[in-house]
């Protein structure tokens, strides 16, 4: 009954910017914790940005943090990812994965049990 949808992704130079987003249907958002995670060819999958129902539990990885926000449109049942001062070893493929609503984020991808099937983000000249 859930589905998702990523869009947004494509090819950019090291220092520019891509909006991801994430469109969800068969539920409503505002009742599910929703997180970005991103894969590249041979690497773990690997957490990047989450928010909850409530909008103040978010995590960031590390490497993006300062970089990459998330954010919710609860009313058209969308998420965003906002990626700025991209870099070559950011190219992935991003995912968007939801699940029941919990007072914590995680970056850990067995703990969601909704996924879209990715969008490309390469970054290179």
């Known amino acids: 009954q859930v589905q998702i949808v990523e869009s947004g992704g494509d090819l950019v130079q090291p220092g520019g910017s891509l909006r991801l987003s994430c469109q969800v249907s068969?539920?409503?958002?505002?009742?599910?914790?929703t997180a970005w995670f991103r894969q590249a060819p041979g690497k773990e999958r690997e957490g990047v940005s989450c928010v909850a129902m409530n909008g103040h539990s978010t995590f960031n990885a590390d490497s993006t943090r300062g970089r990459f926000s998330i954010s919710r449109d609860d009313a058209n049942n969308r998420v965003y990812l906002q990626m700025d001062s991209l870099r070559p070893e950011d190219t992935a493929i991003y995912y968007c994965?939801?699940?029941?609503?919990?007072?914590?984020?995680?970056?850990?991808?067995?703990?969601?049990?909704?996924w879209g099937q990715g969008t490309q983000v390469t970054v290179s000249n």
């Open positions: 068969g539920v409503s958002l505002d009742g599910y914790v």
């Open positions: 994965a939801v699940d029941r609503n919990w007072d914590f984020c995680s970056g850990d991808a067995d703990l969601y049990e909704y």
